[in-house]
Each structure stands twice: as C-alpha cells, then as structure tokens.
C-alpha cells in the first residue's frame, strides 16, 4: 500500500486565489511528521511547511498552510493568493518515527502535483 | 554554506557500466537518503543511512548499492548500469534524530544509459 496519496495529477488556478493540494497517508506509527516540497522547473526540492504528529494545531508559514485532520489521515496544502511564481510539482512527503520497525526514519513522497497559476 | 552538493550534475552512461555518484553534506545531519524522479512516479527512495554505520533498502534498491563512508558522505554506486536506471538522482540530508526535521536536498544528477 502506498504511503502518500496525491490523487491530483495537476491542478490550475487562477492567480491571487487559493488552492488545496490533497495529501493522504498511511501510517501505524504514532510518531510521525508531515512535510510538503516545492519543485519548480528549474528541478531543485525547496521546503514549504511541517507538521507533527502531536502538533495540535495546523502549521502555518506565509501563504502556505497545512490542514491536518489526524483521524482520517489527510495533510492538505492550502496556498492562498496564488502567485505565478507558485506554478510548480508540489510533493507531499512523511517520515516515520522510531516505532516502524524496519520502516524508521524514512522520508517517503507522494507522487506529486503539478501546480498551473493561471494569470 | 554548500549544505548538500551531489557530483556530478550530468552523466551518460553505456549499458553495463559502472558508475559512483558522490553526496556529501556538511551539515552535520545524521541521515542521509538517496531518490530517484521519474516522470509521473515522483520520489522514490533507493537507500537510506539513518545514522552513520547503518544502510537500508528502500522501495527501489535493486540494480544499486551504497556506502556511508562517513557523517559527511554518502555514495550511490551503479554496478551495472542499465537504460531503466535513466532518471533523476537526488540525495538528501536530515537531522534524523527526530522526525520533524526537513530533509535538504542536493541538485540532483540527471543519469541518461544508452
């Protein structure tokens, strides 16, 4: 079964609005976090945003926040007022804690969304 | 401040050659990872080394080998290259010691076999 769940394979939008990029996981672990990457053309893997397990409220980091619901194991991207400069991959990624036997301390990525700003 | 670098940036290979692709990262983190991109399947992890002296197989290992010769290096070795191993390799860093620290990423090496 896969880890990270990205069911959209490229989503538009138009600029200065928001967008959710879905993410879904599946872990057994109690540890766990939650990150999500940026991947313009240019190739190179830019950090957006984090969240933990035991996080009780969901991060927030500029334009970019993360909506966690812990029970049904989602970790939405939300960007508001959308810039050109957004239209990117966007990966969501997860890393297990030390309670995953052989799996620990992995870093295991979704396939990603291909992210269109629409001027 | 380099943070993580991979070498080399580009690399053409015959089929059945060998190949080592350097990683080294000078931030002191314990855990180290190697991907690989392809289109449409996203990262998929080769190898990782949580901590120094420990390597373990990721979802795609097979075909690759690696080393963690220290903290500050790890290396991605191709015995025998073959065209399916054409893709994207980026190698990353973590603090590992804990789960909610970001990986660093290098910038990749772009791998073509013929």
């Known amino acids: 079964a896969q880890k990270i769940t990205q069911t959209q394979p490229g989503m538009f939008v138009q600029e200065k609005e928001a967008v959710t990029l879905d993410c879904t996981y599946d872990?057994?672990?109690?540890?766990?976090?939650l990150f999500w990457y940026k991947q313009p053309s240019s190739g190179e893997m830019i950090f957006l945003i984090y969240?933990?397990?035991?996080?009780?409220q969901n991060a927030t980091e500029g334009r970019y926040s993360l909506n966690f619901q812990k029970a049904r194991k989602s970790a939405n991207l939300v960007i508001s007022a959308s810039q050109l400069g957004d239209s990117a991959m966007y990966f969501c990624?997860?890393?297990?804690?030390?309670?995953?036997?052989?799996?620990?301390?992995?870093?295991?990525f979704g396939k990603g969304t291909k992210l269109s700003v629409i001027p | 401040n380099a943070g993580v670098t991979q070498t080399p940036k580009f690399q053409v290979l015959k089929t059945g050659q060998s190949m080592t692709l350097q990683c080294a990262q000078d931030?002191?983190?314990?855990?180290m990872y190697w991907y690989r991109q392809d289109p449409g399947m996203g990262l998929r992890l080769i190898y990782y080394?949580?901590?120094?002296?420990?390597?373990d197989k990721g979802e795609v290992p097979n075909g690759y080998n690696v080393s963690r010769l220290n903290k500050r290096e790890f290396s991605l070795r191709l015995e025998s290259a073959a065209p399916s191993q054409t893709s994207v390799y980026f190698c990353?860093?973590?603090?590992?010691?804990?789960?909610?620290?970001?990986?660093?990423f290098g910038q990749g090496t772009r791998l073509t076999v013929v």
């Open positions: 990353a860093s973590s603090d590992g010691t804990y789960h909610n620290t970001e990986a660093f």
């Open positions: 872990t057994s672990d109690p540890s766990y976090g």
């Open positions: 969240q933990g397990s035991y996080d009780q």
């Open positions: 990624a997860m890393r297990e804690g030390p309670y995953s036997g052989a799996g620990s301390y992995q870093l295991t």
């Open positions: 931030m002191n983190h314990n855990s």
């Open positions: 080394s949580a901590s120094e002296g420990t390597t």
